[in-house]
């Protein structure tokens, strides 16, 4: 990854240019599509024999990579030029001397990448023909805006938007708005911020995040939406992401569901898992807390 340069062929698309490596041809038909966050694509343009999921084993891979990471490996053959390069990346970033360069230009450190398995195409339901109505969904992240366009959604893209606590939280607020005021029934909100915050183990900016949601977006909404009719709303995570592990954990998460036009008192003192929990309303599988809203 030392030799060689980086051209930019479309927004967002990035190829290797004068490869000198045995598996030059390899990288020469690479194309890496940059998301907003993470979770980026590495596409082979042509020429290439598609690798098979969990074929053949490497020794070598639980050193190179870690065993936390190594399940999520393609290790058959036709995959050891992408391990191949995966291994080198990880030198290059190692060297003194690159992080001396980049750092010395302004550029956060160079870090390395890994691949893991491809994906196929999830099958889901239209959300129209599942729900009668119209729908949009607001995110920085691909993966939310991917299953909005699966399901047939409108998908908003909000400038600013970074999955981070310094995310256009009005921004997406007003595309909110603005959807509903061109007919959507349903608009859907996504904020990754404290889902990230807690990755990173930052507790004072998982506070502060959720904070930013209540009085940027949540507050001023409420009064929006009061001045143009009857409306339902649904708050709540998609899981939990404790500090004290920094990823995903599997609890219940808890969920407020309000009606402006049979408005009542739940009588919990604070909206959390503990009062989620003691209110007893529990529903076994998540999905189906859209048919309460409407």
């Known amino acids: 990854m030392s030799k060689g340069r980086w051209r930019i062929t479309a ?24 998301s907003t966050l993470y979770r980026h694509r590495l596409s082979a343009l042509s020429g290439m024999a598609p690798w098979n999921k969990r074929i053949g084993q ?6 190179y990579y870690g065993t936390h990471y190594c399940p999520y490996l393609p290790l058959d ?41 491809r994906g196929v195409t999830a099958m889901v339901e239209n959300f129209a023909k599942r729900t009668g109505k119209t729908g949009a969904v607001i995110s920085a992240v691909d993966l939310i805006k991917g299953i909005g ?5 409108k998908v908003c ?34 904020v990754e911020a ?40 649904l708050i709540l995570p998609d899981h939990p992401t404790p500090l004290a592990i920094r990823t995903h954990s599997s609890e219940p998460v808890p969920y407020l569901l309000y009606r402006s036009e049979a408005p009542r008192k739940s009588g919990a003192p604070a909206f959390t898992e503990a009062t989620g929990k003691a209110a007893g309303n ?9 048919d309460r809203l409407w």
């Open 58 to 63: 490497d020794n070598a891979a639980p050193r």
């Open 157 to 190: 893209d909000v400038p600013g938007a970074t999955g981070y606590i310094d995310t256009n939280f009005e921004g997406k607020r007003e595309a909110a708005v603005q959807a509903l005021c061109e007919g959507c029934d349903f608009v859907y909100i996504h």
């Open 282 to 290: 529990y529903v076994e599988e998540g999905c189906t807390l859209l």
């Open 77 to 117: 053959a036709a995959a050891s030029p992408l391990l191949k390069m995966m291994k080198r990346a990880r030198n290059c970033c190692a060297t003194t001397r690159l992080t001396r360069n980049v750092s010395a230009k302004g550029f956060p450190r160079p870090t390395p990448f890994g691949c893991g398995d």
């Open 11 to 34: 927004p967002g698309i990035f190829r290797r240019r004068r490869p000198t490596c045995s598996y030059g041809r390899f990288r020469r038909n690479l194309a890496a599509v940059v």
């Open 194 to 233: 404290p889902d990230e915050c807690g990755h990173r183990g930052e507790a004072e900016n998982k506070i502060r995040a959720i904070e930013e949601i209540d009085r940027r977006i949540l507050t001023p909404l409420l009064d929006e939406l009061k001045a143009m009719d009857d409306f339902h709303l």
């Open 149 to 153: 366009r699966l399901t047939g959604m």
